[in-house]
């Protein structure tokens, strides 16, 4: 569907790592609302279902508890299942199985069960969609104990990353910037490696500023850096990739060098994931901060409606402007 | 086939009133009037989702999900209200908001992305869209409980469709207005789809009706294109639920004739041929037919209520539009409005470092 | 009554096959062989629940919800299982998990509050105790689909008490197993009671059985005190399931004669003129008449039954009691144990610091 | 049932606030699961449905998506909703009402509709319960806009907060710390007035480390200060008392004496209420951090079987250790 040779939208890396996944291992399955037949909402399981049939592509009905809890008993019985929840939104309904049963039956049964179980989610704002369709709420999975969560920021990392998480015996909570979905494309090599989970990326050098970003605000952040370079700021930029666990060494690594770091994510901001990369970087690299941690975020409010949702988002000038003010602090 | 174990053997017929054809199929009294309003509410549901599906298209609105095919469902069932019940939809129920007197300029700002077009007076008994499916169910429980608790009649009306019969919020629900005896009509318009995925694929049972039983509640099907057949079962459900307090549940069989939302290609998991074949069954012509042969409507009385719902809706919309500029005049931190009745510190001192930003750029 | 609206009307009845002085209603054929085990699994579950009283009211043991009074409901269901079928159990199944070969001392390390109790062989197909109610519904449907994909003729259990039917969980996860054809039988052992709650207050229905039908799932009552006629019903149901993928529902209709968990208090809410009545509906004791009858008891065998219970149990607890004092002298560390394959950056980190603080404070 | 003359226990005090609600405003109602006739599973509902009835104090079915729904509806019109959550590990079941509807529903209806709701839920490990019986998870609804989230740690607090959460006209989660429902005792005055949420409280005065904590985990931060005074290290302990709004004001201010912080929490570390804190203190007052900020915590790990629960749980012994950590650092 896409020329492959100007590189794969995010939708189209994920589709493809999912073909992949399914080709390599037959007890891989995937389930949710709408993605066999109509290839998901997004169109992230197109092609799927005929490929593999309704046994290994499995349209459910509309409860996410239920999707879920199905693919745990599926994960403990053999299969390696993928569940999409529609949204990230809607994922709460799951939320009690994910902290209850996904999280803990191998600790539960002392390894005797296991649950390589991956729930993928579009999450964030930025495509005009209806409410309950933007939020960020990456943290409820990064507080939970037994849980994996990961977000890729680009095409070639949502493939490298789910097949990582696929690969995972563990659950792996895989959240995708539908922001990015379609704004921009990657080549992916036919023999590209699976990423690791678990370490942060650095995506540009710089010796000023450590900047730490993830998901859709990855872009923006490394878009302040390149501009700033025109004002002398050099900014190295940090895509934690995974929530958790947080690979704070590389972030702490990095401060140690620039003295400053700054968070960038669209989550609220109170209890939001910057408090715990800070937090981190605190307990490791305490005394090369020159100047106070900041972190631009969305706010502590619900995302407006579509036509104001850019004002709920960080901003290019909002990332710079902290950035600036951290140089003259 | 089975010794010990019973299996469901629903017996639940589709009541009908009212032939494709517009006649009568018993001899029923009829209130010629509501079906007179009935029908101009259909028809201007009707003609506002096709301009909405429009607007849509040139991107001036947002995602939404069109009625077409489900007026008689939604605004038979509505008729049925006292203005002081409640009106609790799901997402697809423009037509059952107007004939409650939902202002079309604030659907069209509220589709153009703008929180400000859900600007209700206080209490308003008809609310706002519900997107997470099934969600509103419970919440419906809640608002007819406190209000009998209070000793008012007030009922409320909760609108959902198949799909949403699966969630555990739908179950939750119907259960605890079974138990705690709270009047709510459970109005599921059976559109044949939740996205892609078919009705008979959402469920193994073989009604939607029959699933109101397993919380001792009496349910019933019916002809969701018919809306004198849907205001029939709706008022019994309305006074079971006024006056004994009885929850019910009603099927409406129906169809959506149109795209999930402006965001779905149903072409991609349905046969057009199904859509083809419910046009036959369009609930509008139907009560059109009925008027036409009981003469209260006329090709002149059609053309000129034709022409004053275009007047409204253009009306509308270049209200809303008129809005919404003024609205784009308005600083973001609107945002931080509403939140709580009075703004918490931080987000006082949000709101303070957003305009403060606001105006540096500004300058 | 209404013209409209039908109301729920179940025709369950529930299926006995033993009266209380143990005679047999119906001229069966029955598999005396395996009632005397279940018999003795009955006994030896009694004697167990009673132990695990005394020693939770000593302070040895944690919580725990006793099942003197389900005995029959539930080893005669599990009794109808073969070893590679699952059995996934709420919180009150200590018997279901006797017959399937649970070992006490596991029981007892684990109701003594140490994880390792519930050290279970790689893929064990009995599961560990679920707390939060209904929950390990849609997972049982997960299980069972999956096995079923595969191409196994195993099948799944899934235990759950009344007041389970009232959750989320529940309602979905009978709707995946009927849409899904997952071959699933649900044992619901109706009680009477969730903690204070009485059958009658958690819903409307006048049974549960008739809420699998709104699944399109088949479903029976029947006299779960009476251990012969749980084994019919649920051998049809897991007939069904196993050569069909039908999923069916058992209600099991029996009583909690105990507190809910050693945390509750009965006398609160309940009349204990209640559990009087169904001491006479005891399910052991209507077994043991039959096979008294059957000459397949005496009082002799009947004492050196009672005998070797015990010293099983009293062997159980010594080796629970030595296990639990190895360990008390394992490292606290073993709380970093089994939460994921591999351990994370993080938890090596947090590991180290614990053990790093242990030593400290043992220096 | 209790000799108000040596004080009320938590439980008590908490009852007590029930009861006076019920008596002062007849549109408060109490439901959840057992909390009539039973007078809930800690008693803390005890006598309710005594002197309010069936109509005002309403036993539930067993399904938390259903009870803040019906809490939620019925706060719609014209009630004061209590809800109760038997165990907060069983809240999750209705954190889709609580994001998507309680903490909404003023901002969608644009203040037409409000939700004056509090809902309970005793948390915390400490009591030798049973697996789901010990989490704390705070921080999913100190993440979420449009909520309130109160800890009382003592009876008086809690006693104070719950009318201040009842009068609220906005959504308040309620967390009891069931740890100290029957741990202490204290007087309360017949005319108690409520309490202010979204304010912190200085329970000990010092000058060489502020230590923050709340919930159960307080009194252990007060037995290490305490004991550390013998060591002439002079501890300030602030009890936060509310997650969110927090006030970090009160915190930044004593630290910017201090120039140390020390959190105490019981959560597992992994982005909980720790880094919040941390961030807010650092964007108030980082030049006076004379030593990198540090957190006690549970551990990433789910709270073990109840035989080895304190082992998860911040001991005096490791808060004495990181303080002391601190003054030597
Ligand atoms: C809890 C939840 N899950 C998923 C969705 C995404 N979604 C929106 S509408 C829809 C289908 C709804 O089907 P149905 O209940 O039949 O109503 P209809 O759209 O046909 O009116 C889905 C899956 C949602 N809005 N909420
Ligand atoms: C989701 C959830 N909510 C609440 C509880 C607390 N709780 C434990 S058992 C129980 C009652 C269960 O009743 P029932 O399903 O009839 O089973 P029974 O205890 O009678 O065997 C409750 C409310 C729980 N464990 N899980
Ligand atoms: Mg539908
Ligand atoms: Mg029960």
Redesign the interface.
């Known amino acids: 569907m896409t020329d492959a040779s100007d590189g794969l939208t995010m939708v189209d890396a994920i589709n493809r790592a999912l073909h992949e996944a399914m080709a390599e291992d037959d007890t891989t399955a995937v389930m949710g609302q709408d993605v066999g037949v109509n290839g998901g909402v997004f169109r992230v399981t197109e092609g799927l279902i005929d490929d593999y049939g309704v046994a290994r592509v499995i349209d459910t009905p509309l409860a996410e508890s239920g999707i879920v809890g199905l693919a745990i008993g599926m994960a403990m019985n053999g299969a390696r299942p993928i569940a999409e929840m529609q949204f990230s939104g809607f994922s709460y309904y799951a939320l009690a199985q994910i902290e209850n049963h996904a999280a803990r039956i191998r600790w539960r049964t002392r390894g005797a069960h296991t649950v390589p179980l991956v729930i993928r989610m579009p999450y964030g704002a930025g495509v005009r969609a209806l409410e309950h369709h933007s939020e960020s709420r990456e943290v409820f999975y990064g507080h939970m104990p037994g849980l994996k969560t990961v977000i890729p920021a680009t095409p070639a990392r949502a493939h490298a990353l789910l097949h990582a998480a696929i690969r995972d015996p563990d659950p792996v909570i895989f959240m995708e910037p539908k922001a990015v979905y379609r704004q921009m494309r990657e080549p992916i090599a036919d023999d590209a490696e699976p990423a690791q989970i678990g370490t942060s990326r650095v995506v540009r050098r710089g010796k000023d500023l450590t900047l730490v970003s993830y998901g859709a605000m990855l872009h923006r952040a490394l878009e302040a850096a390149e501009t700033l370079a025109a004002e002398d700021i050099d900014i190295e930029v940090i895509d934690i990739e995974t929530i958790a666990p947080l690979d704070a060494e590389t972030i702490a690594k990095s401060v140690g060098q620039t003295g400053r770091l700054l968070i960038v994510n669209e989550a609220p901001p109170s209890y939001g994931a910057a408090g715990e990369i800070a937090m981190r970087v605190i307990e490791q690299e305490f005394y090369a901060l020159r100047v106070p941690i900041r972190r631009v975020c969305g706010w502590d409010v619900h995302v407006p409606f579509f036509a104001r949702e850019q004002t709920y988002l960080p901003s290019v000038d909002r990332i710079r402007g902290a950035a600036r003010a951290m140089m003259a602090d | 086939m089975?010794?010990?174990?019973?299996?469901?053997d629903?017996?639940?017929e589709p009541?009908e009133a009212l032939a494709p054809d517009g006649t009568l199929l018993e001899d029923d009294e009829i209130d010629i009037g509501t079906l007179e309003q009935i029908y101009k509410t259909m028809l201007c549901a009707r003609r506002f989702d096709e301009r909405l599906l429009k607007l849509q298209r040139q991107g001036a609105l947002?995602?939404f999900a069109p009625i077409k095919g489900q007026e008689a469902a939604q605004i038979g069932a509505a008729a049925c209200l006292r203005e002081d019940d409640?009106l609790v939809p799901s997402?697809r129920e423009t037509g059952a908001a107007l004939w409650r007197g939902a202002d079309m300029a604030d659907l069209l700002v509220?589709l153009?992305?703008?929180?400000?077009?859900?600007?209700?007076?206080?209490?308003?008994r008809t609310?706002?869209?519900t997107?997470?499916?099934?969600?509103q169910?419970?919440?419906?429980?809640?608002?007819?409980?406190?209000?009998r608790?209070?000793g008012e009649d007030a009922i409320v009306m909760a609108c959902f469709g198949d799909?949403?019969t699966?969630?555990?919020?739908?179950?939750?629900?119907l259960?605890?207005a079974?138990?705690?005896e709270a009047p709510v009509v459970f109005l599921c318009q059976n559109n044949g789809w939740?996205?892609?995925?078919p009705r008979a694929?959402?469920?193994?049972?073989?009604t939607l009706?029959?699933?109101?039983?397993?919380?001792?509640?009496?349910?019933?099907q019916?002809d969701g294109n018919d809306a004198l057949a849907v205001m029939?079962?709706t008022q019994?459900?309305v006074a079971?639920a006024r006056d004994k307090g009885q929850p019910?549940m009603i099927e409406a069989l129906t169809y959506r004739m149109e795209v999930h939302t402006t965001?779905?290609d149903p072409t991609?998991?349905r046969d057009e041929g199904e859509v083809e074949e419910w046009q036959d069954r369009d609930p509008i012509e139907r009560v059109r037919k009925l008027l036409v042969a009981r003469s209260q409507l006329d090709d002149a009385m059609q053309e000129a209520l034709e022409e004053e719902i275009r007047d409204r809706i253009d009306a509308a919309w270049k209200e809303a539009k008129d809005r919404?500029s003024r609205?784009e005049e308005t600083p973001?931190t609107?945002?931080?409005?509403?939140?709580?009745?009075e703004p918490?510190?931080?987000?006082r001192r949000?709101r303070k470092e957003?305009s403060d930003?606001e105006e540096?750029?500004n300058d």
Chains 1, 4 share one sequence.
């Open positions: 089975t010794a010990y174990l019973s299996w469901p629903p017996k639940f009541h947002g995602t409640w997402f509220t153009a992305g703008w929180n400000a077009g859900n600007d209700l007076p206080e209490g308003a609310l706002p869209d997107v997470p499916v099934a969600s169910l419970p919440i419906a429980a809640g608002i007819a409980h406190a209000g608790l209070r799909g949403a699966s969630e555990g919020d739908f179950h939750e629900a259960n605890f079974g138990v705690l939740a996205i892609s995925t694929r959402q469920t193994a049972s073989q009706a029959q699933k109101a039983h397993a919380y001792g509640i009496p349910a019933a019916v029939q079962v019994e459900a079971l019910a965001a779905d991609r998991y919404i609205l973001g609107a945002m931080f409005d509403h939140i709580f009745a918490t510190a931080p987000l949000q957003f930003q540096a750029a």
